[in-house]
Nanobody, 125 residues
Framework: QVQLVESGGGLVQAGGSLRLSCAAS????????MGWFRQAPRKEREFVAA????????YYSNSGKGRFTISRDGAKNTVYLQMNNLKPEDTAVYSC??????????????????WGQGTQVTVSS
């Protein structure tokens, strides 16, 4: 089993920044990649960014590219999502997730095996 715990959400004004953290514990040796997703009210869950567990590869959605940066601290088993120049449309619950199967598509939420509880990000205009 893998446990994921997010932190770092909150309320920020448009143009501001936040850094989300996702700490992994348990059988972390099973993790192949980690991703961030978000879900706004009345909308489907949306892929934001993903990173290989080695940290060597990253992948971003169009909405995350350029403003968001995903990174990993191997010593802490923690993945980060640095979000800059936030916009009101970025308001959502952000969740991290882990894939344990090699070759799975990182942008598809159904491919992820473990999920955190989510953290709320609210961007005011």
């Amino acid at each position: 089993q893998v446990q994921l715990v997010e932190s770092g959400g909150g309320l920020v004004q448009a143009g501001g920044s936040l850094r989300l953290s996702c700490a992994a514990s348990g059988h972390t040796f099973r993790i192949y990649a980690m991703g961030w997703f978000r879900q706004a009210p009345r909308k489907e869950r949306e892929f934001v960014a993903a990173i290989s567990w080695s940290g060597g590869s990253t992948y971003y959605s169009n909405s995350g590219k350029g403003r968001f940066t995903i990174s990993r601290d191997g010593a802490k088993n923690t993945v980060y999502l640095q979000m800059n120049n936030l916009k009101p449309e970025d308001t959502a619950v952000y969740s991290c997730a882990a894939i344990t199967r090699y070759g799975s598509a990182w942008n598809i939420d159904a491919k992820y095996d473990y999920w955190g509880q989510g953290t709320q990000v609210t961007v005011s205009s």
